[in-house]
């Protein structure tokens, strides 16, 4: 939410960061565990979170990010696989 939004009366507040930015680092960061992996070998299983405060999630231009992002991610076919947090927290449990 930080970068996502402009507090003026917050010294570390930075002001708006475009959404592509988000974005491109979010890409960056999830093409980095594609490739790495948790063996260095490849794509391999690893959580990429998306928490999405509600201050921002309902902002067009931060909901346009998140479209642009999942269509991307979608583009992986069935490599990723898309879970609630509660079916990730059981599926640790149980293991």
Known sequence: MTPLQFW???EN???YVDV???ETMWKDRFEWLWQNGFDGAG???FIFPLIIH???S???HIIGMLE???VWLLAFGDEVEFCTYE???NDFLET
């Open 87 to 89: 079916k990730i927290a």
């Open 13 to 15: 507040s930075q002001g």
């Open 54 to 56: 509600p201050d921002t």
């Open 20 to 22: 592509r930015v988000i």
């Open 58 to 60: 309902g902002m067009a």
């Open 8 to 10: 003026p009366h917050t």
């Open 68 to 70: 642009r992002f999942l």
């Open 43 to 45: 794509p391999s299983d």
